[in-house]
T-cell receptor, first 114, second 112 residues
Framework: DQQVKQNSPSLSVQEGRISILNCDYT??????FLWYKKYPAEGPTFLIS?????DKNEDGRFTVFLNKSAKHLSLHIVPSQPGDSAVYFCAAPDVKTSYDKVIFGPGTSLSVIP | DARVTQTPRHKVTEMGQEVTMRCQPI?????VFWYRQTMMQGLELLAYFRNRAPLDDSGMPKDRFSAEMPDATLATLKIQPSEPRDSAVYFC??????????FGEGSWLTVV
């Protein structure tokens, strides 16, 4: 049973436009979320996080929004650049294991078209 | 520039053979993870250690997979015997807290 879901396997966006990547979770106990970015042939790298005490966290072109009642979060990239083309993973710590165990979604592959 | 180092980067082996993947975590990190990336499941957690002690290996097929951390600078993931369905990218990651989980570049395993 996937506790972190990313229902869009892929997304294509024109350069300069907004990219919106979605993530849903099933465990209402999750209170911290992370986004990781992965280029081909590399390991994932941390991008941005959000705590459940906030509904928005912004870092440059990247903003994560959290809707706790809907158990939904989204990552917005504005403006999108070709270098943003990568796989994006949504993740949440497993609250049963003192937050060390991080559960990842299946990922969304973003293509930014020049 | 501290990084998680994994070997081998690529491995092609025949079904039934033993495969050992090695990971050198970042010095000072007390938590080490093994993840497997597949098309369908994304990043699956196989096992993880804190201060070298195994905390959870429930994600691993117990009959063929084993994970150990013989010392603070080395974590290993062994598959014996390997099967074609084990073909995937295996990532090691280390960290102290959630924001600082650093991944290695992965070991690409193909079992034929």
């Amino acid at each position: 049973d996937q506790q972190v879901k990313q229902n869009s396997p892929s997304l294509s966006v024109q350069e300069g436009r907004i990219s919106i990547l979605n993530c849903d979770y099933t465990n209402s106990m999750f209170d911290y979320f992370l986004w990781y970015k992965k280029y081909p042939a590399e390991g994932p790298t941390f991008l941005i996080s959000i705590s459940s005490i906030k509904d928005k966290n912004e870092d440059g072109r990247f903003t994560v929004f959290l809707n706790k009642s809907a158990k939904h979060l989204s990552l917005h990239i504005v403006p999108s650049q070709p270098g943003d083309s990568a796989v994006y993973f949504c993740a949440a710590p497993d609250v049963k294991t003192s937050y060390d165990k991080v559960i990842f979604g299946p990922g969304t592959s973003l293509s930014v078209i020049p | 520039d501290a990084r998680v180092t994994q070997t081998p980067r690529h491995k092609v082996t025949e079904m039934g053979q033993e495969v050992t993947m090695r990971c050198q975590p970042i010095l000072g990190h007390n938590t080490v993870f093994w993840y497997r990336q597949t098309m369908m499941q994304g990043l699956e957690l196989l096992a993880y250690f804190r201060n070298r002690a195994p905390l959870d290996d429930s994600g691993m097929p117990k009959d063929r997979f084993s994970a150990e951390m013989p010392d603070a600078t080395l974590a290993t993931l062994k598959i014996q015997p390997s099967e074609p369905r084990d073909s995937a990218v295996y990532f090691c990651a280390s960290g102290h807290n959630l924001n600082t989980i650093y991944f290695g570049e992965g070991s690409w395993l193909t079992v034929v």
